[in-house]
């Protein structure tokens, strides 16, 4: 890997992290207004939007797939 | 050398410290308060969390983490210490899986003394109609203290059987987690120690199942009790995940999951259930300690509205019974799914024949844990829950009947045209097939509704759950427990008093299982100190008497068993390395193991269970440029 | 407490070349440690899943109304998305600390461990000074302990979610510590892995935990 290219994919790794975060806050909101708007404030719509962000945590924070990724990490 | 070498005499002035220094920091706080400076059951309780802490502390299980805090490197030592005798070891912390499965399996069975011998006070007391010697509330702790004992006990043989087996099985040089594995051992002590603690703070008069709301109005005993359960139930956790762990990850190249001696798939199924249901437990015990410390009302039916809507905002027990039971039926299966693995481990063995589908027994171990999962509800027919439930729990638990039954064919069809051999060990696993079925068969009668309004809560249960845990656990263990003595010590046993014990052991258990029946369907509650002497036409005390005697037989028997081990382990004559011709690969090394178990990775160049097929090994122990 | 003590020491362990002959034994690779290590970890996240699932159902189960509803006690309600967002700011920061350590960004890592514990305890004391009303000098609380189930829940939940972020932030500043001394590099930091994946669970959990607790069902008058 040339340098130029290795600063390249950090960068995205940062990018990633941030874009992630922001998702997760939109969501947040989200759940928040649904929660005060009937008829979003129903239990499924609730725990749909939990669980997104639950995938997203599990996936991009907590990197599910290196527990089975025979990968060098 | 003074006592203090022993890491266990450490452990218990830790304990004492930790319950003393628990205690002094509760009442401390209160005089901060401004409270009285003496409440028994807060100080109790806080001294019980500190005087496991204290344990582990002292017994010195903690050594390394702490250090690693500090960023201090811990390499791993082997061997036996080197400045004490090398006997010591079993008294201390030690990191091998050999000396810390003896470990459990020596702290098992004195926990099987102890609560036998419980079993047998109350047992008397029970041989004639009225009260002799004991009380009413001592009846209870002792019942409860029996049962819950029993289950250490049991979860400590299941331990032992796994920690010793499981690497050998696969031929790993350790558990994946050493340090682990150790602190899983030593939770064990100053948990049953706690346990035994609580008879004298009151006890605890409900039951092993302690339900609320009883167990949130009596004695202080509980709170030593959930503690206790705490800790077992810890040590239940994390040895569950170092074997998945180590049976995922530490297997030798070639030797797929379906070329693992079987053993290690009962193995991983109990670790799943152990690793998950426990949780469980921990969390209702934990909601009724809280419940009882500082008045949370999860069990608690009184409502918040009062008068208006009285339900509202108020606690319900039957809350508690889903929660324990989710881990508590499951906890069945994690008794016996270790011992029907030694069961099919056992057979090929005793009948020089392959086993009979190996893959449907391996699948059958996981398809019981996923049922056992959905079947909880059975427990709860009478408890007066939703009546709908009765049905789908019902029937989700008349399915267990199938993977249960597929292990029996197949055992059937390993046996039939074999060419048996009945050492001890064989008997004991036939002993177990025997009495398995007893339990098995009436576990459906139970599962039925309408059977099961009349038989709920009689000694007919008592029959039953003796009668498969006996079958699923405890022959299979013993069966167990000779198979491998030669392995563990180099030495055989003497097997005519191997044979004895068994043919007083099971003819005596028959007796004893199909008494409590009979006086669970005469009419003879559970849980209560005494009964009518004219049920069963006036025949119930025979009944009783003729149960308890067969009880003592048993208790002889194991005595016999233990004193047959204790001769022979120094002295006996020196077993060689393979006396059963066994294919599995702990067979292949030389008895007692050495400290590294295997010179050189194993290969795995067959498969496990082709016995009487000529010229087909399973695995070398050679290193590939030996041969 | 079994989360740290899962085998995450093994940086200071053996910390010679891969293929490490002792003369006995073959020692596996630094990678098959960690990989050990990491599986050894999400099982312990599985079981602790079975704890907190309790604790949902529990809610669920209790939490009923006059005529069998779902129904949640008036709580407040800028607290729960104010500690929530704190929690989650909490996590990107972990993150950054990890990608710092894989990619040698010394400082940079330093300093998000610091943001991360410092997030950390400002979500404690948000949930136990704002939200249980601890120190009813400063704030009075909604609910106490003893308000039947509507009190046993919510300081159950919330209580043993604020354990393991007690466990968290403490986990964190010995990871701190030890990358201050060095501890770390961007091939070998299990341990500062093992830090981040606890984080982010305890966080995981919160996530479900928010709506249970502050948002799903109708309010319901507690009367004290
Ligand atoms: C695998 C071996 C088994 C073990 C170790 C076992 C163990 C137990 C135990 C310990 C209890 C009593 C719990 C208590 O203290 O209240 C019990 C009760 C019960 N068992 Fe089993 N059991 C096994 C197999 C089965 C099977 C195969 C079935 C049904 C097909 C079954 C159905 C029941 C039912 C319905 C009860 C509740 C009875 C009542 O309290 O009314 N069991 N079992
Ligand atoms: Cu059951």
Redesign the interface.
Known sequence: MSEQSRTKRKTAIYREGIIVAITLAILTLVEYYAAITPPFDSFAILMILALLKGILVVNYFMHIRSVWSEDEH | MSLFTLGIARGLVGQVLGMVIGMLLTCAVRILLGWEAWAAEPAWTVGAVCSIIGFLLGVGSLDDWLKWTKGIPTPLHHGPPVDKPAWTRYFSVDYNHKVIGVQYTVWGILLLMVGGTVAMIFRTELARSGLQFLGLDLYNSFIGMHGMIMIFAILLGVGGMGNYLVPLMIGAEDMAFPRLNALGFWFNVPGSILLLLSLFVGGWDAGWTAYPPLSARGPIGYQLFFLGVFAIGLSSIVGSLNLLVTILRMRPAGMSLFRMPIFCWAVFATSLLQLTATQLIGTSFLMVSVQRAIGMGFFDPRGILGEVSPMVGGGDPVLFQHLFWFYSHPAVYIFVLPGLGIVSELLPVFSRKPLFGYKWIALSSLAIGIVGFIVWGHHMFVSGYNDILRIPFMYATLLVAIPTGVKFFSWLGTIWGGKIHFDTPMLFVLGAISVFLIGGLTGPILATVPTDFPLHDSYFVVGHFHATMFGGFVFPFFAALYYWFPKVTGRMYNETLGKIHFFIMTPAFWVQTLGQMGVGVMGMRRRIADYDPTLGAGQIENWQLAVTIAGFAIAFGVLLMLWNFFQNAEVGVAAGDNPWRSRSPEWQIPSPIPEHSFPAPLRVVGEPYDYGLADSGYVTTASPGDD | M?A??????HE????ADDHHHTG???LPTY??YT??N???M???F??????FL??L??RF??W???HGE?VRPELD?FAG?VV??VL??S??F???AE?SIA?DKRTDFLVSLLITAGLGTAFLIGVVVWEWGMFPSIVKGHLK?????????V??MTGMHALHVLSGVVLIL?VWW?GR?G?FSSERHWGVEAC??YW??V??VW??F??AI????ST?E??H
């Open positions: 079994t740290t003590a899962i085998e995450h020491g200071h362990g053996h910390a006995e034994v073959d990678l098959e990989r050990r990491r599986l050894g999400w099982l312990f599985a079981s602790e899943a079975f704890l309790a604790l159902v529990t189960y209790l009923r109304g006059p779902v309600q998305l929530t967002a989650l700011l996590s990107y972990m993150n950054r990608v990619n302990p003893t308000d039947g189930v509507f009190g046993a829940v300081f159950g010995n030890l001394k501890h981040a994946i982010h669970y966080d995981l996530i479900f928010y709506p502050y948002l799903i069902g319901i507690v009367p």
